[in-house]
Nanobody, 125 residues
Framework: QVQLVESGGGSVQSGGSLRLSCAAS????????MAWFRQAPGQMREGVAG???????TYADSVKGRFTISQDNNKRMLYLQMNNLKPEDTAMYFC???????????????????WGQGTHVTVSS
């Protein structure tokens, strides 16, 4: 079992920054990929950034160069540093854990076993 709790969301103006955190408890060492997803109203949930167990990162094209995913050494905290935020980044952000070993982090929400409750990010123009 893995429990995930996100924090750090809020409202910022376009061009601003936010740092999201995800506190993980339980069997976090068994997670192959830890990832951030987001879901805007009326939209499907989409992958934003992933970090697999060997440290490789994956980013959606829409956030490359602006967002950075990282994890503490104990794998108890997952972070998403978001810079140069845009109004289209407005969404609920979720962290998720995938226990299956894969060639790389999956972008399919169905592949993730555990989810946090989400933290909301609003970017105004």
């Amino acid at each position: 079992q893995v429990q995930l709790v996100e924090s750090g969301g809020g409202s910022v103006q376009s061009g601003g920054s936010l740092r999201l955190s995800c506190a993980a408890s339980g069997s976090t060492h068994s997670s192959f990929c830890m990832a951030w997803f987001r879901q805007a109203p009326g939209q499907m949930r989409e992958g934003v950034a992933g970090l697999d167990s060997d440290g490789s990162t994956t980013y959606a094209d829409s956030v490359k160069g602006r967002f950075t995913i990282s994890q503490d050494n104990n794998k108890r905290m997952l972070y998403l540093q978001m810079n140069n935020l845009k109004p289209e980044d407005t969404a609920m952000y979720f962290c998720a854990a995938d226990l299956m070993v894969r060639p790389r982090c999956s972008w399919s929400p169905d592949d993730y076993n555990y989810w946090g409750q989400g933290t909301h990010v609003t970017v105004s123009s």
